[in-house]
């Protein structure tokens, strides 16, 4: 028996001993291609040179310093790197290490914000419904998909969920994409003024959502809208780009495409693509400022924040990104893998929705196409189409449907940025075999 507490006690896992470019072996030699990098990670595939020498380089030189005593050149290259390229109003980085920390500061920050400003009444927060924003106790209070906060319920903040924008089930038949994005910004609003503009402090939402809905886009002008209601009541806008940011959509932040800028920024998975862990929150330069000519001290922090070898790892993958053009890359193997798609699944009886932007796409399952209902949760057909990839060699991050039934199961994609066009074929070729078996097995 394993002593190691899996995360899954019911599952076999192969055991990853090698990492080849987009491959994962096993340690009985079979091959995975990583078409999800792993949970969108990898954007560099699994053994890059340039990063795992800049890693080296580093632990030699300096492995670690902690932050209460120095800085260090990794982490102020990288803070220059990520500042000289984000949205506008973006000044300073705060490095955690991972995404589930980066939303915990993100949400602290806002918090200490308003208390430095002198508007301690602000402190509720509003999210959306399907959505995920990490595991740590306030990102999962944030986020709002039923299954993963049921049991830990008692132990949540109290945080107001209103409406994704999730136009293949919610768009309704009379209204237009704009019109869409104008009825979600009202909703937001009603929310705040229920609560009292004057009480909240944030809005948190991912620009494109990846883990409970499967790479789902905004109608366009949804987040114009949504800024102009959280400035008109002085409520500070979280964007969680922790899966679909650094250029996983094809721009290096996803905001860039929406035309917003926020407050505050969360990045991690593909900031380090798997090589270190790592996360960060982009600051604004008014909250900064805020703390900066207030008490002057974040009151928030751990061990590792940053690591001085991740930030090493991530800028030499941030570099490796710049330098080997890889954005012009997602963005022509995006349209690939779409078109791809299109051809083996749009016809397909089972699959209602092919959606994304991007080397990030998602196929929601549908029992049946012109009703969209889902397939009964209780099949648990994620988790059994997640079986049968691995079995033809294939990692997809498949997720189930929300407990409410207004959701199908969704099988998400992200693969490495670094693919040839003929993984595509292979992608498309072994997922359509694991969605026919699997769905020849009911
Ligand atoms: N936010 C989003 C949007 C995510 O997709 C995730 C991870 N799936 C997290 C936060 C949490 O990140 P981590 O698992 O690194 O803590």
Same mark, same amino acid.
């Given at each position: 028996m394993s002593h190691v507490f899996h995360r899954n006690l019911h599952q076999d896992y192969?055991?990853?001993?090698?990492?080849?470019?987009p491959y994962i072996v096993d340690r009985e030699g079979r091959r995975y291609l990583d078409a999800s990098g792993g949970a969108a990670v990898s954007c560099l595939g699994h053994s890059d040179e340039a990063v795992a020498q800049a890693i080296k380089d580093q632990v030699s030189r300096l492995a =670690?310093?902690?932050?209460?005593?120095?800085?260090? %050149?990794?982490? %102020?290259?990288? @803070?220059?790197f990520l500042i000289e390229r984000a949205p506008a109003g973006l000044d300073s980085v705060y490095f955690v290490s991972g995404g589930s920390e980066a939303v915990e500061a993100a949400l602290k920050l806002a918090r200490q914000y308003f208390v430095e400003i002198g508007q301690p009444q602000r402190k509720h927060l509003i999210a959306r419904r399907q959505s995920y924003h990490g595991n740590t106790l306030g990102a999962l209070a944030t986020g709002g998909n039923a299954w993963r906060r049921q049991q830990f319920e008692p132990l949540l903040i109290n945080v107001s969920h209103v409406s994704p924008c999730y136009a293949y089930r919610d768009q309704q038949p009379d209204e237009t994409p704009e019109a869409m994005g104008v009825r979600l910004? /009202?909703?937001? %609003? /009603? %929310?705040?003024?229920?609560l009292g503009g004057e009480n909240v402090m944030a809005f948190v939402a991912e620009p494109v959502v990846g883990a409970t809905l499967g790479a789902v886009t905004a109608v366009p002008g949804y987040f114009t809208r949504i800024r102009e209601v959280c400035d008109r009541y002085g409520v500070l806008l979280i964007l969680d780009e922790v899966m679909c940011g650094m250029g996983r959509t094809g721009s290096l932040f996803a905001a860039e495409q929406e035309?917003? $800028? @926020?407050?505050? #920024? $969360?990045? /991690? &998975?593909?900031?380090?693509?798997? =090589?270190?862990? #790592?996360? /960060?929150?982009?600051?604004?330069q008014r909250i900064r400022d805020a703390i900066a000519n207030g008490s002057g001290f974040f009151q928030h922090g751990h061990t590792y924040i940053g690591h001085a070898t991740a930030c090493a790892a991530a800028l030499a993958v941030q570099q490796a990104i710049e330098s080997r053009d890889l954005l012009t890359r997602v963005n022509v193997l995006g349209e690939g893998l779409q078109a791809r798609l299109g051809e083996r699944f749009a016809n397909h009886p089972h699959i209602g929705d092919i959606r994304g932007r991007g080397l990030f796409q998602g196929l929601e399952l549908v029992a049946d196409?012109?009703? &969209?209902?889902p397939f009964d949760p209780a099949l648990k057909l994620h988790a059994r189409l997640k079986k049968a990839a691995m079995a033809e060699g294939l990692m997809c991050y498949p997720m189930g449907g929300t407990l409410d039934g207004r959701q199908g199961d969704h099988i998400l994609l992200a693969p490495p940025f670094m693919l040839e066009g003929s993984h595509l074929d292979e992608i498309t070729d072994r997922l359509g075999r694991a969605i026919d078996t699997t769905l020849a097995s009911l």
């Open positions: 192969p055991t990853a001993v090698q990492g080849d470019g =670690y310093a902690h932050t209460s005593f120095f800085t260090s %050149e990794p982490m %102020e290259q990288l @803070a220059d910004a /009202a909703e937001l %609003e /009603a %929310e705040i003024l229920r035309g917003v $800028t @926020a407050d505050l #920024i $969360t990045i /991690a &998975k593909g900031l380090g693509a798997g =090589y270190q862990p #790592i996360g /960060a929150t982009l600051v604004s196409r012109d009703s &969209k209902r």
